[in-house]
């Protein structure tokens, strides 16, 4: 998304660089089509779009200064053209008051002349302020009607003007209802203003021609003005059509905000998700309303767009919530674990004392067993002992009762020594 809303901020850079007074339509275009894109923006995103959006707003702001400036500069010029062509027409009329007061022959060429001079420069003169071009350019127009109709000489010159503004007006005529089969009635709008302007800057026709010639221009006029009025009362009629559309969607968003919001109290995610699907269908359903008239549509949009931020930051919020609290009770379940495991560490290390000093008794006994034994296994082999020398001392012939003593010597001896191993090993 965040290219396609580059790709438009390119485009006005590159209209731009344009005639700004002729890009108007284009403008209009581009800055729907971003604001459309900036609908579908996610949270993610929106940092990076909002850099977008200051970047097309800094460009719409340079194309309205400039375009300010040239309204501005046009306005002194329309001014300046209005006061060359009063004081044109100051001197037109001096010149027809000096011919209603008489003229010599010869003054009346060099009048003559003068009148054609300052025709030429009215030519030369670009247009005025729409609230004075009717008023001027009919005072040019009786000027001019004025001086040809006290001009009484020359009167073939005269006729030769009539009769070449004839053919230029008849033309004039005939571009106008050509127009009619214009199907792209704006710039056959266009066209016929084009057409009057010509109009307004010839001179009259012959005074029996002037009504027919008029009516002729004004008739194929009135069908062009027609349908103009017609195309752009069926644009208002649409452009009704869509505030009405779009007034009721904003009136379901308002609905579906305050129903999400109460029932998911009771019902949990379930519902923001089944609302999220009914909010984009009315989203989508949005982008394929166009536009609304001029003094309702950015209100409308701005309702509209509230309505989504509010409903998607409820949403946000909610689930942030449920994160929340998802983490607090995983952390309160890992906080319990680590106290079960704990305790069962606690279990063990007391169980494995427990079992160390059950050990250590068991060996302290044995040991205890053992040195006992030893002790008597001592006294045994000290007595068996004392015994052989006794035996030994009383009679030679006692040979079977000292081997006896003496195994049992050798064998107590032998049980001793088991005795000392284990004694050490322990």
Known sequence: MASTRQQIIEEL???????VTEIKEQVDQLKNRFYKEAEEVDEEAKEAEEALEQQFKELLTEYKTRKAEITAKATQELQANLERKNAILEQMKAIVESGESGLENGEWK??????????AEWKTIGAVPATEAQNIRKAYQRCQEQFYDLVKINIELRDLDFKKNLELKTKLCEAAEKLQNNENIVEASRALQQLHDEWSEIGPVARELREE????????????????????????AKEKENLERKQALVAQLTELLANATELAKQEGAKVWEETTKQVQEIQAEWRKIGFAP??????????????CDEFFQAKNAYFKTRREEWKARAEQRKAREEQRKAREEQRKARAEQRAEQRAEQRIAKTEDQLLR??????????????????????SKTANKLVDG?????????????????????E
């Open 13 to 19: 850079q590159n209209l731009l660089s344009q005639d």
């Open 110 to 119: 060099a009048a003559t002349e003068r009148m054609k001079a300052l025709q």
């Open 213 to 236: 010639i008029w009516n002729r221009f004004k008739t194929a006029s009135s069908i062009i003005n027609k349908k103009h009025q017609a195309y752009f009362d069926n644009i208002h």
């Open 294 to 307: 001029k003094k309702f549509n950015q209100s409308i949009y701005d309702q509209y767009r509230t309505l």
């Open 373 to 394: 034994i030893r002790e008597r296994l001592r006294q045994e082999i000290k007595v068996a002992e004392n015994n052989i020398l006794f035996f030994t001392a009383k």
């Open 405 to 425: 003593l003496q195994s049992k010597i050798n064998e107590l001896k032998k049980q001793l020594d088991d005795i000392n191993k284990r004694l050490e090993e």
